[in-house]
């Protein structure tokens, strides 16, 4: 049912359409801002495009003993390892590249975001940074394998690793409606993995910034973008894994797969500013006790909803 | 056209606001001002393009103030507000400094300039730190506010002996000297160090340290293991804390293992913001404790409330309800109880405002805030029972007695936690209890 | 593997998308040069590199993270045969996971979650 079409023009769709989404969210983020703050919603809009502008005129910077290749190399990352995820995600009936191991391929590049945090916090040679960057680890080794777990029940419903055939078994129920708690575990896994919301302390403002505190100008576009970036195509995912893909009546299956995503992107953008940062010595354990029997529970519940069917 | 005036005629200004004792009606104002204007506040120097120091000139200050300049960027611009009134000219005239494209470019000349003359120098003699060289430009960007016209740059923190943590002497460069460890660092070596005594000769000592900076050293743990210490301060120049606060760290990881607390500057402060009654004090507090929580919209929310109890002293109904929602959403957040639960627990004979864990802390400042708005027309009456601001001075001073024990062994977090739930207001207490002098 | 080959074509436009951004600023911007500046400290001067030996209390969930997460490579095989398999499959995977939860909750009665 989804076709993959590696055509440069459906990679060109695939980075505009990315690149939208990241705007819209830090548009949203911002328009929540400008609410609180009982200021001109209207204005919000233009606040990414205007910050954009003052980040790419605003000159680098180094710290003595930083190390500077890790440093531009971790916050680099954090755009390519959104968009490379972002390959096996379906638009309506044709993702980029609907690889046979989707599944395991967008885990893979999604957790490069590990990877390019700890790269930021180490690279700067600064003790938030470095602190910052520690955060993320421990936050990760928290809500990783509860993630894994969402995206296995979602891959076990379906019987593949096909992002094409997940949508294809979702015909008849959402998976939404069918593992109710993997869905809420992988929602609470996409802010985690893209440090947003209540799992910023990695970049919190108790550390300064953390492992953005030191980047400036064009590297520190770079990072915002590449984090909202992360933001929008992990609520992207979400779409084919329990959302049942771009189904839906009347409008086209693009049309709905946009709206969906832009409905969660939505969600996750509104949760970051309606919860306070969560402190990982707390979460540790809820993540570990909680959400990980959880998402097993459900996936032991739907291999034996497979195996009745 | 010009691309890069274009740009910066688009680009929404992001200001670092440093607050010295006695600034924060100035802070209050500028807030404010920020807040209208929809300019962000940054978290870190980094990010900044203006520097805003509120409140009265102060020496002790200056070298804070010098190195944060530093840290930033350019395009910047600096401007001082002393007092609560004029804040809005004078950051419109900062944003002209700002938007002035030849200048900003010929103060970048000017700085990498300056950068080259340096490190030409210390490679000469030795003096390796290329970071924190002297800025010698008067008017560099610098909008002057307030009464004092005179210039607050060229402050030297070379001579910067604070604690005695040595700033890497001798070393070159990248002159590849193999100078040993770190002369002149007080870290405690006495204390069974021997039998890793070699490990940092072997380690470090044949490489020239980076930019002329020492490589941590080693001391024992509350856990019994040996590992590296950093000697971090916070404060004074920190986003979201209070003024003139300075806590010197002596941190493992993100844990503290050693910790002092002080106040800088403010000798000359005779009077306190927060000395007029009200419950905007106490939103103050509570907003800044949000923002260090990470619910920064609830914070700002709070800035707003602030201010508009700031300017309307009997506040009108749509302020009050306003308020109230914004009590009963933050009283609501499980997850704020959650993480703040048990933290920086004070019982005893401290005063009342101190006592409890953070949570009873903030909560209290919002059942503050209740009492003082929450039923109409009582409200002015109910404004006038808070606590006279020596209590605040008393209060202040016994948290600055209490910081160092209370932080010790924890995390970052909750040392930043702990603090904002505090809060210790030090302009009450240099005008309330002139004597004293260190934490 | 035709699939992966648009994976090389996206990481290579992302590369140079990065690129594009990063010639962009160097024309507009302000300066080429970085400055060079020490980390911010709230002011205070930098005393040492703060790359250091960093004390990592939540130690012992890394170590029960490695063992749990090298359970994921069978996870991934195992969902494609669960069905052509039968109830043997499910049996065995969630003994499996059973035996590792029963380490993660003696872990979790030791204090392994808990570090301040």
Request: proline share 5%; glycine share 14%.
């Amino acid at each position: 049912m989804v076709e993959g079409d590696a055509s440069p023009l459906s990679l060109l769709t695939l980075l505009v359409l990315v690149g939208v989404l990241a705007y819209a969210a830090a548009a949203g983020s911002a328009l929540l801002h400008a609410r609180a703050a009982g200021t001109a919603p209207v204005a919000a809009l233009a606040v990414p495009a205007r910050e954009s502008a003052r980040l790419l005129v605003q000159r680098r910077r180094t710290v003595p003993g930083a190390d500077a290749l890790l440093w531009r190399l971790g916050g680099a990352l954090l755009p390519v390892a959104a968009a490379l995820a972002a390959l096996v995600v379906p638009l309506g009936s044709t993702a980029v590249s609907d690889l046979s191991v989707g599944v395991v391929w967008f885990n893979a590049m999604e957790v490069l975001a590990w990877c390019a945090v700890w790269l930021l916090g180490w690279g700067a040679n600064s003790v938030w940074g470095l602190v910052g960057g520690y955060r993320f680890l421990i936050q990760g080794l928290s809500y990783e394998l509860p993630h894994m777990f969402a995206l296995i029940t979602a891959a076990l419903g379906a019987g593949s690793l096909r992002v094409g055939d997940i949508v294809a078994a979702q015909e008849g129920v959402w998976f939404a409606v069918l593992m109710p708690a993997a869905f809420a575990v992988y929602l609470v896994s996409a802010l985690a993995m893209a440090f947003w919301g209540p799992f910023d302390a990695p970049v919190g403002r108790d550390l300064a910034g953390g492992a953005s505190a030191e980047p400036t100008g064009v590297d520190r576009l770079v990072l915002l973008a590449g984090r909202y970036m992360l933001l929008a195509v992990v609520a992207a995912m979400a779409v084919p894994l329990f959302l049942g893909g771009g189904a839906g009546p009347i409008l086209p299956a693009w049309a709905w797969s946009l709206f969906k995503t832009a409905l969660v992107l939505g969600l996750l953008v509104w949760i970051g500013h309606r919860v306070p940062t969560v402190r990982m010595d707390r979460f540790t354990e809820v993540g570990w006790m909680v959400l990980l029997p959880l998402s097993l529970l459900q996936a032991l519940v739907v291999s034996v909803l497979v195996l009745a069917r | 056209m010009d691309v890069t005036g274009w740009l910066l005629a688009r680009a929404r200004p992001c200001a670092f606001v440093v607050t010295a004792v006695g600034g924060t009606g100035a802070r209050v104002a500028v807030e404010r001002e920020l807040r209208e204007r929809g300019w962000r506040q940054a978290a870190a120097p980094g990010e900044a393009d203006l520097l805003v120091v509120c409140g009265p000139e102060d020496a002790e200050l200056a070298d804070a103030v010098e190195r944060v300049w530093e840290q930033m960027p350019g395009p910047r611009a600096r401007v001082r507000v002393a007092g609560g009134d004029g804040a809005a000219p004078l950051l419109d005239s900062a944003r002209g400094h700002l938007l002035d494209v030849d200048r900003q470019r010929r103060q970048a000349a000017e700085r990498d300039a300056r950068a080259r003359e340096r490190a030409q120098r210390s490679d000469g003699d030795g003096h390796g730190n290329a970071g924190h060289g002297r800025d010698e430009s008067p008017g560099d960007g610098g909008a002057q506010g307030g009464g004092d016209g005179k210039s607050e740059g060229g402050g030297d923190d070379h001579g910067d002996a604070d604690g005695g943590h040595g700033q890497g002497d001798g070393h070159g460069n990248g002159g590849g000297d193999g100078a040993g460890q770190d002369d002149g660092h007080g870290h405690g070596s006495g204390d069974g160090d021997s039998d890793d005594g070699h490990g940092h000769g072997h380690d470090h000592g044949g490489m020239s340290m980076p930019g002329g900076i020492p490589m941590a050293d080693r001391g024992p743990d509350r856990d019994g293991l040996r590992l590296d210490r950093l000697h971090v301060h916070l404060g004074p120049a920190l986003a979201d804390w209070p003024a003139g606060l300075r806590l010197r760290l002596t941190l493992q990881g993100d844990v503290v293992q050693e910790a002092e607390a002080e106040i800088v500057g403010g000798t000359a402060v005779a009077s306190a913001f927060w000395d007029v009654p009200g419950p905007a004090a106490d939103l103050d507090s509570a907003q800044r404790f949000l923002a260090v929580a990470g619910w920064s919209a609830a914070a700002e929310a709070g800035r707003r409330w602030r201010d508009a109890l700031l300017a309307e002293p009997g506040p009108g109904e749509p302020t009050r309800r306003g308020v109230l929602r914004w009590l009963r959403r933050v009283r609501r957040s499980r997850v704020l109880r959650w993480s703040t639960d048990g933290l920086g627990r004070i019982g005893g004979s401290a005063p009342d405002p101190l006592r409890g864990d953070v949570t009873d802390r903030w909560a209290r400042l919002l059942d503050g805030v209740e009492a003082a708005v929450g039923a109409p027309g009582v409200s002015d009456a109910a404004g006038r029972d808070r606590p006279a601001s020596d209590s605040r001075a008393q209060a202040a001073e016994a948290a600055l007695d209490l910081l160092p024990s209370l932080v010790t062994g924890r995390e970052l977090a909750a040392v930043r936690l702990t603090v904002a739930s505090l809060d210790p207001d030090a302009e009450a207490l240099r005008a309330h209890v002139p004597g004293r002098s260190h934490g | 593997m035709e699939g992966f080959g648009a994976a090389l074509a996206l990481a290579l436009a992302m590369g140079a998308l990065l690129l594009c951004v990063h010639g962009l600023a160097a024309v507009v911007g302000l300066g080429r040069a970085p400055v060079s500046g020490g980390p911010f400290l709230s002011g205070g001067a930098v005393s040492e590199h703060a790359v250091s030996r960093y004390h990592v209390r939540w130690y012992a969930v890394a170590m029960l993270f490695l063992a749990f997460d090298m359970e994921m490579v069978f996870m991934y095989p195992w969902v494609l045969v669960v069905v052509s398999t039968g109830a043997t499959a499910v049996v065995e995977m969630f003994a499996f996971l059973a035996v590792l939860m029963a380490a993660v909750v003696y872990a979790w009665r030791e204090g392994a979650f808990r570090w301040t």
